[in-house]
């Protein structure tokens, strides 16, 4: 197939502006978010200065994505503990606000285990908001030491499963920068194969209904200077068929005891024709978002959505925030109701590998990523 959409472009980072970060302006405390349902549009900055308001940024997409929205929950705490709120109260809003990723769960509870402690049998207010900052901090980082080390091992992981390189990956939804302290999971190996002359192509899956792959995925890639191609996602099956795809690489929402993977919904059925056609179907996803409570993949609550999202589209100039405040145009008879989960779960049998920052599971079984997960306790 042609290269018709090649791009060129400068190796850097896919957005100028921080995805999220801390202010300690004089009027208090802020967090920063890039407000994502504005991509690719315009990069437009959303300010909380409360849990609550954070709590609505998750809940419209502003700030999403497994690993950021853990992030985003740890300093959503630190937050409300730096401005004097209810912290408990806050930390079940923030907790309470998505249920499929239990990396946002998993944030809120480490900021708020740290405050916590903080508080001491002295009650110590400001110590407790100082180390709830701290672990919000921590988290950030550590995600993004996670990214880079999964770009590492999905890499050489690649290398194995493809002879001959120059890899056409395709990839659903968005897991690069915008969903990450580094560069991302399943993107961020995609980008250490562009940055070693090795990714031929990385196929988008524009992932209906809120078009995380084609504004968000396809503006980072754009930015990166890869070659991309957009597709609607029941093109897939064609472009399988035809023999253009060498690894499927997505992200993670959980992943579960059994090795079960939730992610965005569309991901399954990709799962499924990489099997029938014999292409690697790798999931990449750091140790955050491994959840050993939750013994398989009917114990996943998946997010129900609103049928507007599927009974109405984006207006053509619109961007999601827009469309979400009922800017959007109907393309189905009022009163039509509408199926819209935001995830589906892919049994393990379908993955041929987990990659994470402790390193590769494969075949993907119960005990090989129990082991993982020991063997990451012991570093
Ligand atoms: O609804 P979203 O946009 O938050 O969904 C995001 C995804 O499903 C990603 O694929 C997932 O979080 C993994 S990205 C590291």
């Not at 959503?76 to 209810?86: C, H, I, Q, W, Y």
């Not at 093109?235 to 959980?254: N, P, T």
């Not at 939750?294 to 961007?319: F, H, L, N």
Request: aromatic share 6%; glycine share 12%.
């Amino acid at each position: 197939m042609a290269d018709q959409y090649a791009q060129t472009g400068d190796d850097k980072r896919p957005t100028d502006l921080p995805v999220l970060r801390w202010e300690e302006p004089a009027e208090g405390p802020v967090l920063v978010l890039l407000d994502q349902t504005r991509l690719p549009r315009e990069e437009v900055e959303l300010v909380c200065t409360d849990a609550r308001g954070l709590v609505d940024a998750i809940r419209t997409l502003a700030v999403r994505g497994a690993p950021l929205l853990g992030i985003a929950g740890a300093y959503g705490v630190a937050l409300a503990a730096a401005r004097g709120f209810d912290v408990d109260e806050a930390a079940d809003a923030l907790a309470g606000a998505r249920p499929t990723a239990v990396n946002l769960a998993r944030g809120v509870r480490r900021a708020h285990d740290a405050y916590r402690a903080g508080l001491g049998q002295e009650g110590d207010l400001e110590r407790a908001a100082r180390d709830a900052l701290a672990a919000a901090r921590a988290l950030h980082r550590e995600d993004a030491e996670a990214s880079a080390a999964m770009a590492g091992h999905g890499l050489a992981l690649l290398d194995e499963l493809v002879p001959g390189g120059r890899y056409r990956i395709l990839t659903h939804c968005n897991s690069g920068a915008l969903v990450s302290g580094g560069e991302g999971t399943a993107f961020a190996v995609a980008l250490a194969a562009h940055r070693a002359g090795q990714l031929r192509r990385l196929w988008v899956g524009e992932t209906r209904p809120l078009l995380q792959g084609a504004r968000l995925t396809a503006y980072e890639a754009a930015r990166t200077g890869m070659a991309y191609t957009l597709l609607t996602d029941n093109a897939a099956g064609s472009l399988f068929a035809a023999g253009e795809v060498d690894a499927v690489l997505v992200g993670a929402d959980r992943i579960v005891a059994d090795g079960s993977v939730a992610n965005k919904v569309g991901t399954y059925p990709l799962a499924v024709l990489a099997k029938y056609h014999h292409v690697p179907f790798i999931v990449v996803a750091p140790g955050t978002t491994v959840d050993p409570d939750a013994p398989d993949g009917a114990s996943v609550e998946v997010e129900q959505r609103a049928g507007q999202e599927v009974t109405e589209a984006m207006a053509p100039q619109g961007t999601v925030a827009g469309f979400e405040a009922g800017g959007g145009y109907p393309v189905a008879p009022l009163g039509t109701q509408a199926y819209n989960p935001a995830f589906d779960v892919t049994p393990p049998e379908l993955v041929t590998a987990i990659v994470t920052e402790w390193g590769v599971v494969s075949p993907v079984t119960a005990e090989g990523l129990g082991e993982l997960c020991a063997r990451s306790r012991q570093v």
